[in-house]
């Protein structure tokens, strides 16, 4: 999704030892496997399709072309999602994250609602999920223009909804993927990405599984109350935190000034930096 120029240093850092998947390596997806149509064909590393008939003339790494179209959609994370993009860039989750309301039954989380954050108009039942932050025109903040292009200027801590579109999978007993793919060309994925995405698929899931538990705890902690967003912040992210040997504290900074996520990319160089211009 947005921007796979840096696919070898991708490559190389995905097999850091910190990438490591949410939680235990116990979880298992019998049967997992990617479900390749005609908007996504599956090819072979020399970017032949795999299957003969194809109604449209597959793209390799189509993101080189594309204006991110797909950085406009709003992106769900999980709590594991969420602490591994904060901790990469150094920034305050909330700097990055923001909170709408949810409907889904395992992931949304109850806290009371909170106009910083709950658009006025949107209905707010209490459950809430974390999204990435994004501008009023509905583009995500990790988006950059770089030599005319958009891009995503957040690589290595984009969340699992990035690293996965616009691939849906199934299991031996369930599937899940993208509802609506905006990619302007058919998405060619080759046996090697195939299978990276696969491994990013399943930390995802994982990290949704590690989500829900904390989430499952917190309303078992809060009960019938609705605590502030904060509150739940800092029940949750010192669990996701914690295992990954990652210090919650700066994570749970309050204020949460979009230009630490500037900061961010300008400190990485994805960015220049104007104001010493
Ligand atoms: S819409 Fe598709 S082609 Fe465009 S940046 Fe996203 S994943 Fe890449
Ligand atoms: S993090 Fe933002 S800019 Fe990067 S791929 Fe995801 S939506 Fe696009």
Redesign the pocket.
């Known amino acids: 999704?947005?921007?796979h120029e840096d696919a070898d240093q991708e490559d190389a850092d995905d097999q850091e030892a910190d990438r490591g998947g949410p939680r235990d390596a116990t979880r298992s997806y019998p049967g997992l496997r990617l479900i390749n149509t005609a908007y996504t064909p599956l090819l072979d590393e020399a970017g032949v399709p795999v299957s003969r008939i194809q109604p449209f003339r597959p793209v390799v790494q189509p993101c080189r072309l594309c204006p991110?179209r797909?950085?406009r959609m709003r992106?769900v994370v999980s709590l594991w999602d969420a602490v591994r993009y904060a901790s990469r860039l150094n920034i305050p989750l909330l700097a990055g994250i923001t909170v709408g309301s949810s409907t889904h039954q395992t992931r949304g989380f109850r806290v009371a609602r909170d106009a910083r954050f709950a658009e006025l108009n949107e209905y707010w039942s209490g459950p809430a999920e974390l999204r990435?932050r994004s501008s009023e025109a509905g583009v995500?903040l990790?988006?950059v223009r770089l030599n005319g292009y958009e891009r995503?200027?957040?690589?290595d801590?984009?969340?699992s909804a990035?690293r996965t579109y616009p691939l849906s999978w199934m299991t031996d007993t369930r599937q899940g993927g993208v509802e609506l793919i905006r990619c302007p060309l058919p998405y060619g994925v080759t046996v090697s990405e195939g299978s990276q995405i696969l491994q990013d698929i399943r930390e995802g899931l994982d990290g949704w599984a590690l989500h829900e538990t904390i989430v499952e705890a917190w309303h078992g902690h809060a009960g019938d109350t609705l605590p502030s967003i904060e509150a739940f912040l800092e029940f949750a992210v010192p669990r996701v935190a914690g295992p990954m040997g990652i210090d919650a504290a700066p994570l749970l900074e309050h204020r949460a000034p979009e230009a630490r996520l500037r900061d961010a990319m300008v400190d990485a160089r994805v960015v220049p930096d104007r104001s010493r211009r």
């Open positions: 999704m947005a921007d991110a797909c950085c992106v990435l995500c990790g988006v995503c200027g957040v690589y801590a984009r969340p990035c």
